[in-house]
């Protein structure tokens, strides 16, 4: 029994190959390493359409793509000097003349190869199909890519446009309030001036009308220090003041700024401690607040000033993200106007926002305000409600320095003086004025139109020294032809000689601040400035040692 079932079997396994060999989907083939197929499996006819014998008549290299045969009689060669396996994709050419792609699995047994390829053309196919689809991708996302900042740069170009029109647009609106206030001023002076002709022969008339211009030129002198803050080109001197005393100077002048229908309280906290800040910068928050309340209460209305201190926690502090922890005086001004609804209250400190009518208003108060505050290291909030009115409430830092004594914020009691003093001025009527107002304290005075032309009167006179008396002090603005102030003086320090020197201009610079004024022998002057701030400068650099 046992002998008769080990043939069967294996006859039973051989017609089993020779049923895979002969039904199989995959190329079945096998090869002479002389590289003809000495047999080939039903399903090359099949795929290539050409019959067995075909196949085995000829080298297979003769049925391949041209760029397959080098190739494969290497892999041949390879597969013949005892590689155990190789796998290999090529590419053979069908009867009909499509060209199929192949994947081929080689096993070499003594002189023969035993080979299975299967079909991978539709793969081939679609792995091309995927390439081109990847290479359209990839070049649509360059173009997108091109296509993006090609926008980008139109809108940042449209963007710089729109900032254009809108920096005109300010600008109009800024010319329009500036022509209104300033066209108010001049008005004012110009009826004082008629006035006064008119009352010549009566003295009392006649001071109470250029008091009546001073001031009017005061409100000029606000107006463009208010373009300068806007700017941030205003040159301030910071004093420690107390904030009580400042605005008890300021309560007669708002009653008459804002009129009588409107009533002024006030809630002031006793003991506060002293703020470093100059009073100018004090005066512009409540004068712009004061006029931004008057404006909310059309009808009349009370106004509430305040003042309080405050020491800051941390919990404060998260809550109002600009502001820091630590002692602080807060002074708060409050109306029962109007009042604002959130989108104007977002907007209030923006430069050139208004709610007023076109030439009613620069749009700089509030934003000037803001810019103060920010410069005194403060915090400005706003709490407002349409119908409710609104509260502007600043935090000033503590200073730990006290105030100085009124005497001392005086200046020097005397003003009068025989120094030498060089007006170095390009503006006539203020290089003569300033002179009048010296000579007739007794000094003597001699006037420049421009650096150079000081230049030669210092050559001719020298600087005062201790063994020559010479020029004294130099008065010099700082923008003029042909040789500016700063210039000047440097150019005077080259000849090794040390000057006491007064700087003025209208509108300081990067140059301005950056000159040595905390030499007591070195002064800055704001333009405009009076008769009297001019002596009291002048006196003080002289003074100093």
Request: aromatic share 6%; net charge negative; glycine share 8%.
């Amino acid at each position: 029994m046992s002998t008769s079932e080990g043939p069967n079997r294996t006859e039973s396994f051989t017609k089993e190959l020779e049923l895979f060999f002969e039904h199989s989907f995959d190329l079945m083939g096998i090869v002479g390493t002389d590289g003809f197929f000495k047999r080939v499996n039903p399903a090359f006819e099949r795929v290539l359409g050409y019959s067995a014998e075909e196949l085995c008549s000829k080298p297979l290299v003769e049925f391949m793509h041209t760029d397959d045969v080098e190739p494969t009689k290497q892999g041949i060669a390879v597969l013949a000097e005892g590689t155990p396996k190789l796998a290999t994709i090529n590419r053979y050419r069908c009867r009909d003349g499509s060209i199929r792609w192949f994947s081929w699995n080689t096993k070499p047994m003594g002189s023969l190869l035993y080979a299975i390829g299967r079909d991978i053309t539709d793969q081939v196919a679609a792995d091309e199909r995927i390439r081109t689809l990847n290479d359209e991708l990839k070049r649509r996302n360059e173009n997108l890519e091109s296509e993006i900042v090609a926008r980008l740069n139109e809108m940042k170009k449209q963007a710089e446009q729109l900032q254009q029109l809108q920096k005109l647009d300010a600008v109009g609106r800024l010319a329009g309030g500036i022509a209104h206030d300033f066209n108010n001023i001049l008005g004012a002076i110009l009826m004082y001036c008629d006035f006064i002709a008119l009352k010549l022969d009566e003295p009392g008339a006649v001071r109470d009308g250029l008091k009546s211009i001073e001031k009017a030129a005061y409100r000029g002198a606000g107006l463009t220090k208010q373009l300068l803050v806007f700017s941030r080109k205003k040159l301030f001197e910071t004093q420690t003041i107390h904030l009580n005393e400042l605005l008890q100077e300021h309560f007669k002048m708002l009653n008459r700024l804002i009129g009588e229908n409107i009533t002024i309280e006030q809630n002031l906290e006793q003991s506060l401690p002293t703020i470093a800040a100059d009073p100018s910068q004090i005066e512009q928050i409540i004068m712009n607040l004061a006029i931004n309340a008057r404006d909310a209460m059309k009808d009349g209305g009370r106004l509430l000033v305040e003042t309080r201190f405050e020491n800051l926690t941390e919990g404060f502090a998260s809550a109002h993200l600009t502001s820091k922890m630590g002692p602080h005086v807060v002074l708060s001004i409050s109306d029962n106007g109007c009042g604002m609804d959130e989108a104007t209250r977002l907007q209030i400190f923006e430069p050139f926002f208004t709610t007023k009518p076109v030439g009613h208003g620069t749009g700089l108060g509030l934003s000037t305000v803001y810019g103060i505050v920010k410069s005194l290291n403060g915090t400005i909030w706003v709490y407002s409600e349409p119908g409710k009115g609104s509260v502007f409430r600043i935090y000033l830092p503590a200073s730990s320095a006290p105030a100085p004594r009124p005497e001392e914020q005086e200046g020097p009691a005397q003003l009068s003086g025989t120094e030498t003093v060089l007006i170095v001025e390009d503006e006539l009527n203020l290089r003569e004025l300033c002179s009048s107002v010296l000579e007739n304290k007794g000094y003597r005075v001699l006037q420049a139109k421009n650096g150079l032309e000081a230049l030669g009167l210092v050559d001719l006179h020298g600087i005062s020294g201790k063994d020559h008396a010479g020029i004294d002090l130099i008065v010099t603005d700082m923008i003029m032809p042909e040789m500016g102030g700063g210039e000047l003086v440097r150019e005077i320090i080259k000849r090794e000689a040390q000057v006491k020197v007064i700087y003025v201009s209208g509108y300081p610079d990067d140059k301005v601040g950056a000159l040595d004024l905390e030499s007591k022998q070195v002064a800055y002057l704001q333009k405009p400035f009076n008769a009297d701030t001019l002596l009291k400068r002048v006196r003080g650099v002289l003074d100093a040692d």
